[in-house]
Structure formats: C-alpha cells, structure tokens
C-alpha cells in the first residue's frame, strides 16, 4: 500500500465562530493550523476563507493572503475548495483558481445539503473545469453520491478530464450517501482504473471511515470542517484530529505521506524551490 495521505479541512463555510474557538478564519490562523497539521502528519490542506469578522468569503485576494501565509510556513500541499457556500455563483466558486493552487476540489454533481441543495449542474462542473484546465489546477472529485462518479465519467468523456483522479468520497452528508464502510466499498469498486481515493465521512463517521480506509489501502480527510468534536462532547483541534490518524496508521504498520511523498503518488510537480 502507499504511504497514507492526509488531508486536513481545518474549516468549511458552514461552521460558525461561536460553534468552536478552534476555527482558524484569518489567513495568519489558517497558516499557523496549516503548519501545526504538516507536523502532525498532514499532507494536504483544504482551504475555505473568512473575513476577519469570521464571515465565509470567496474573496480572491482574501485566498491569496491565505495561500501566501501558508506558503511561507509550510510545504503542505494546498487545496483551494471550490465548493465554497450554498448559495454562491459558480463564477464566484471559480475565481479563486486564477491563484493557480497545486489543488482544487470540483464536486461532481448536485446533492441534498441538509435543508438546502448544493448545485452542481454539468454547466456549472464545466465551467469549474474549464477554468481549472485553463490555469493548470489538479481537480479532487468531490463524490457525495454513486451517480457523481458516473458524472465524472460523462465530462471525461466530453475531453474535459482525464482519468485516472485523485478522488474523495464525502459520506454522511444529512441528504446524501450515508457513511457505512458498504457503501464505500461499493464506491472504490467503481472507481475508473488507477485513481487514488480519500473519504471523508461526517460527524461521528470521521473516524469509522478514516479507520476503513486505512485498512482499504484509501488515504483520509479529517478537519473541522467535517465535523467538530475529537470525542463525545469534545471539542477538537484539527492537529489533533490529524495526528490521531497518523498514530493509527503507523499502528497499522502503514506510514504517513510527506507532501512531497504525496505528491509523487498523485503525479503533483514538486514545489519550486523558493
Ligand atoms: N460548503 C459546501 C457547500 C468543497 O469545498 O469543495 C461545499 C464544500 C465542498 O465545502
Ligand atoms: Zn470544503
């Protein structure tokens, strides 16, 4: 099996301040967290930005702060989201990719959220694919649902990707596929020839699903913006979520990708020196 890799999304639009103090919302905090999850084994960071009220924002100059003060901490590997919030314009979800990110999350279909609907429609998958194409941006496959995979093969078919893709299952979402080591078994088995995978189960299923797929051979999403508590009632950091995974992958006798390391498995270019 190759080393493990670990994604950590330290927060995602949905969360709000007074939910947990260990949300980092400014680009000093998401920095500062980004280097704190390198070191506890994390490879790549999953990235959505806040004002310094603590607001969502898919501001482009706010995401360039963001990736500036990571980079200058740390080598992890970023991942900018596309998704952003329900409710935004695909343009405004698309326009953080002119930043040329190594990474980017394109979500491979819509999808009960909830009480709401997270739209993906195939133009607005085009038009996030397109402008990824168009600045070099490496997509993760956001598959919330089995049809999202026969999505993903319908724009491969249309020239638009290429398979094989690093691909991440987000199970547990109130609306969408629920998280049970069945379903994700079911997942892997249709997955086209090649592609790496990562899940990220919601809530309570974060550990359950990052356990499966460190037995499966997958690699692991953990974070706060999946879910907020290290155990019942306890509020958790993100390095904390990450090192816990570390330490059971090295219990498993399966060691933790480097960003680097993780790099090579996902055919990443190394950074330039600086
Ligand atoms: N905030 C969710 C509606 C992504 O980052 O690509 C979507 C999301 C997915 O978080
Ligand atoms: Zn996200």
New binding site residues.
Partial sequence: MDPLIITCAPG???ITIEETPYLPYTPAKLAETAKAVREAGGAIV?V?CRTDAGENTHDVARFRQAYDAIRAQTDIIVQF??????GMTPQERAAVLELRPEMA?L?CGSVN?GDDI?ENSFPIMRAILTKMNEFGVRPEL?IFDKGHLANARRLAKEGLLTFPQHVDFVLGVPGAMEASVANLCDLVGDLPAGCTWSVAGIGRAQLSMALAAIAMGGHVRVGL?DNLYYSKGRLARNEELVARIARIAQEAGRPVATPDEARTILGLPRLAPA
Avoid: K
């Fill in positions: 995602g639009a949905e999953h959505h989201s596309t998704g952003g919030a329900i999350t979500t959220f997270f956001e913006e």
